[in-house]
């Protein structure tokens, strides 16, 4: 393939706000059953640039296992209550607030920095969103990590979750204006949408 | 927040019910007054400056955007939803450079055909959309998931939110999913959707659109789009098409009548292929052949 054309990617267009009866299906959130060994609670609230929770938006996730495997198993859509698949969806209700059960995901490689990767669906919001969800514990491995490194402090707090005290971890998006989180471009050639 | 965001409009995207619980009240004490009706005049003006603005860009020797822009003012709902900081590049990690599997064992066969999940026959144009998924290296993605939801041929949807006043069929969900065949390709039957009114100015329609959530082989492919059907009226006066300032970026949306995929006496045929970014990976000779998917379980 390395002498094949670039082919230019489709673009992306807004969820809209009428994904409610398609993406959702039965256990899309509990990537573990709830009270399973070693499952916690993954939750938070989206806003919007006025501060206030969106009603109509949709997070997915996919992460590592908490051995820090990538796994490549099917059956995320219907969930057999066994097989951790590492990816799961969750819309919001009306306050805002998505949750999942899942597992607190391993660090890749040794010494790496354990992070959930994070794409973000909503009405009003024109393409998907990417970004990350670091476990706040290991200092060193965040001090480490390329991508938070290369933020100020003020930013780079956006995608540290916090530790709650049933051993779950909270993360709130911001969309816009204070404390926006940062979101990702992965191909770098920041035609992805950035603000004009 | 910006001072002049009409929170009427920018909450009433949606033919919607009531969202009072989640969006709190403009103070009582304002009086502001009352916010003119923005007609489809007054939009397609503002449509057109940001694309006049993105033509003497292009002349200037800009690259052409290839995406929708976020901040694009034209969709209200857009306006406190759009970061305001430049997406911050990253080079994909791991977990990044690759993507959920999805198989047989999630999409049942039957579920890329909408018109038989009832017990009778969904009103409208019978139609077929098939095309291929392929990354930005021309590689056909193989044994990924594809959902799609839509409206019914009158143009409203099953959900609660929708309030338009057209008839639901009580044959037609809207919703299919498939799984990708070994060269990328997907097929759904079902019925071609109707235009839909919102609210995002007076006399606002969307185009007729088939919904597209796609996953790649890496999860920094996963897109959700819109599909059009090839000659619509709408297009030059819809906030959300026209947000890809492009036109050769805009018409990668808009499906091709095929009538190689037509079927006699049955259903028409359009074509649309789905293009996602580029690997990122160094791919092994086994992906390479394709034993994504299914093949793991
Ligand atoms: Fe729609």
Known sequence: MSNSTKLVPTPGQTVGPFYGYALPYDKDRELLAPGSPGSIRLQGTVYDGAGHAIPDAILEIWQPDSEGNIVHRTGSLVRDGYTFTGFGRSAVGNSGVYTFTTVNPGPTEPGAAAFISVAIFARGLMNRLFTRIYLPENEEALANDPLLSSLDPERRRTLIARRDADGGLTWDIRLQGEGETVFLDFEGTGTGGAAK | ?297
């Not at chain 2, 430049?86 to 990044?96: F, G, N, Q, V, W």
């Not at chain 2, 450079?97 to 909408?114: C, I, K, N, T």
């Not at chain 2, 639901?168 to 999913?177: E, Q, Y």
């Open chain 2, 1 to 297: 927040m910006p001072e002049d965001v009409n929170l009427a409009t920018y909450n009433a995207d949606a033919l919607t019910e009531d969202l009072s619980d989640a969006v709190p009240a403009t103070p009582a004490a304002a009086p502001a007054e009352k916010p003119r009706v923005e007609t489809q005049q007054d939009l397609s003006a503002e449509i057109k400056a940001l694309g006049d603005a993105y033509a003497r860009a292009l002349k200037d020797g800009a690259a052409p955007e290839t995406q929708p822009r976020l901040d694009f003012p034209p969709y209200r709902s857009s306006l406190l939803r759009h970061p305001t900081k430049s997406l911050h590049h990253a080079d994909p990690e791991t977990i990044e450079l690759y993507s959920p599997a999805f198989g047989h064992q999630d999409v049942h066969a039957l579920e890329s055909d909408l018109t038989i999940q009832h017990n009778g026959e969904p009103q409208g144009e019978r139609i077929i959309v098939a095309g291929r998924v392929l990354d930005g290296d021309g590689r056909p993605v193989a044994g990924q998931l594809v959902e799609i939801w839509q409206a019914n041929s009158s143009g409203r949807y099953i959900h609660k939110r929708d309030q338009h006043p057209a008839p639901l069929d009580p044959n037609f969900t809207g919703v299919g999913r498939c799984i990708t065949g070994p060269d990328g390709s997907y097929r759904f039957t079902t019925i071609k959707p109707g235009a839909y009114p919102w609210k995002n100015h007076l006399n606002a329609w969307r185009p007729a659109h088939i919904h597209f959530s796609l996953f790649g082989t890496e999860f920094t492919q996963r897109i959700v789009t819109q599909m059009y059907f090839p000659g619509d009226q709408l297009f030059p006066l819809d906030p959300i098409y026209q947000s890809i300032v492009d036109q050769d970026a805009r018409d990668r949306l808009v499906a091709t009548y095929d009538h190689d995929l037509t079927q006699p006496e049955w259903a028409l045929g359009y074509n649309w292929d789905i293009i996602l970014t580029g690997s990122k990976r160094t791919w092994t000779e086994n992906e390479a052949l394709g034993a994504e998917g299914d093949d793991h379980e």
